[in-house]
């Protein structure tokens, strides 16, 4: 049951009163008294009424996003490296140690996934990362294209981030952020009650289905209010970043989910926090303060999103300069072993060529597969773009040559490396979380 007054909605501070218990360590631990857990507005019915400059930059950055996928060199590379986004996403999120892998094992990793010949050239946890990249674009692709969004669906997407837990499903017990373990008491946070979890949550998959703002807001609501419900025990940061890019797809604001807002917010962890506690308003939410509450909000994810367009621009764009670069090492060393400059276009080296920004790790059976091909022109393929110094070999089990484009690789990790700096440029401030080393030749 929501609090009303009159027919209006009403966030508010429920008070609550902790029992002692003899669990602990100390007295502290041990002490029960009062908090508040605080119940937000549905928003199904929430009216919203964004200040006009704030409108006008909700237009701006939309249509940034939207010429970002607009079927541009820039936006085909971004959608081929889209996975490799969501592999620094899932370290990043990861409480798990020693999982900064480079993006080269998990591209591995990843192969041999479905190709059974490789078995070396990568670590048990790339192999953690691979599977849990797999598994999240699978399950985020079904949530993006079901007709209408249920509870029963952000559960499978919970499990699917979390396998391990032991908890799946809303909660049944109160959480708390910040604080201690044993305590609701003097935390930072306290989410609404269990027994008003799964209304909430109802309500949320009932706004995500459906379309009554623009995408962008849409998805920054989302995010924040799955975050002020934080509905289950255990990984609620991770699939409130997934539902982020699960709305900007249904919406079509994005094709796949290439826009890295997630790990800007991230990176930005002060104003993220302080935008989510200004958006956590008291009192009706038809008021001006509720209004102003849900700007402040809004106006923080709109500046992520902004950040998240410029640096999948920059990547974009060093991807698609690396390409063009390829194309004229490959004529270059054509020309040297007397061949004609450029191959025809339907041959298996130039759609090769077009592929290696979304596959920069191949195998001679992969390319067959992926080209339809047999092994010979596969084969002769990978040999031409290593011997022109576009691929580079690495034996990945006896008798498997594996063929990698490094220069990818090492384009992600600057990239990675870029959107942990609060100031987007290694060189001005140094990663606030982790991330991958530099790149070393021969890496």
């Not at 038809?286 to 621009?313: G, K, N, P, Y």
């Not at 942990?420 to 060189?427: F, G, I, L, M």
Request: aromatic residues 6%; charged residues 20%; neutral net charge.
């Amino acid at each position: 049951m929501l609090i009303m007054k009159g027919s209006v909605p009403m966030a508010t501070w429920l008070p609550h009163h902790w029992e002692p218990s003899f669990e602990g360590r100390s007295r502290r631990d041990q002490r029960g008294g009062r908090y508040s857990a605080y119940l937000p507005d549905p928003l199904v019915t929430r009216r919203l009424a964004l200040p006009d400059e704030l409108a006008r930059r909700a237009f701006a950055v939309e249509t940034a996003v939207r010429e970002l996928s607009a079927g541009s060199r820039v936006a085909t590379c971004l959608e081929g490296l889209a996975r490799f986004l969501l592999r620094s996403e899932a370290i990043a999120s990861s409480r798990i140690e020693g999982l900064q892998v480079s993006a080269q094992q998990v591209a591995l990793a990843e192969l041999a996934q479905t190709d059974e010949t490789i078995t070396r050239g990568f670590t048990t946890n790339a192999q953690l990362v691979a599977n849990n990249i797999t598994t999240v674009r699978h399950a985020a692709t079904a949530l993006a294209s079901a007709s209408a969004v249920t509870v029963d669906d952000v559960d499978e997407l919970h499990r699917a981030l979390l396998p391990d837990d032991k908890h799946h499903g809303v909660r049944a017990v109160q959480n708390w952020i910040g604080g201690n373990d044993w305590h609701p008491i003097g935390a930072d946070f306290v989410p609404p009650p269990p027994d008003r979890v799964h209304a909430l949550m109802a309500d949320l998959c009932d706004y995500v289905s459906g379309g009554v703002h623009a995408p962008l807001v849409q998805a920054g609501l989302v995010h924040a209010q799955f975050e002020t419900i934080h509905p289950y025990s255990d990984g609620n940061g991770r699939v409130g970043r997934a539902l982020i890019h699960t709305v900007l797809v249904r919406r079509g604001l994005t094709p796949t989910a290439l826009l890295p807002i997630s790990l800007v917010l991230l990176t930005r962890t002060q104003d993220y926090l302080a935008g989510l506690t200004s958006y956590r308003h008291d009192g009706p939410a038809d008021t001006d303060a509720a209004q102003v509450a849900a700007a402040e909000w809004v106006a923080v994810f709109l500046d992520a999103a902004a950040v998240a367009v410029d640096q999948a621009r920059q990547l974009g764009a060093s991807v698609a300069e690396l390409a063009s670069e390829w194309g004229a090492r490959l004529t270059a060393h054509r020309d040297r072993s007397g061949v004609r400059g450029a191959p025809r276009a339907d041959s298996a080296v130039a759609r090769l060529l077009e592929l290696l920004p979304e596959l920069p790790v191949l195998t001679a059976r992969t390319v067959q597969r992926t080209l339809g091909v047999s092994f010979p022109p596969a084969r002769q393929a990978l040999e031409e773009l290593a011997e022109a110094g576009i691929l580079y070999r690495k034996q990945v089990d006896r008798g498997t040559t594996g063929y990698l484009a490094r220069e990818v690789f090492d384009l992600l990790t600057f990239a990675e490396r870029k959107l942990a700096s609060t100031r987007w440029d290694t060189r001005e401030s140094k990663p606030c979380r982790p991330v991958p080393g530099t790149p070393r030749p021969g890496d």
